[in-house]
């Protein structure tokens, strides 16, 4: 049980950092983003703020922040993917 304790130390170790890899990457991505975009899928994907909190801080409908947070996410993988492929 050591050697597999160890494999599963290994994978761990190795997942968490491709977490943070990626974490790093779509961090980097936001700059595609315009400002309101920006912080909109911040509040709403990385804080979990209630869309309905986040439309009425902005003056937008909750229909609208949904709109606004789905086209942001698919710029974001976009732009995820054209990074991973300079590296």
Known sequence: TDMADGVDVAEDV???????????????????LEDRDRK??????????????????????????SQIVE????ELRHEMKRREGEQ
Request: charged share 25%; with cysteine; hydrophobic share 50%.
């Open 71 to 74: 086209r942001a996410l698919v």
């Open 14 to 32: 190795s997942a968490d950092l491709d977490r943070k890899q990626r974490a790093a990457l779509a961090w980097d991505s936001l700059c595609v």
């Open 40 to 65: 909109v899928v911040w509040d709403v994907v990385a804080l979990q703020r209630p869309g309905i909190e986040v439309a009425k801080e902005h003056a937008l409908s909750p229909g609208r922040i």
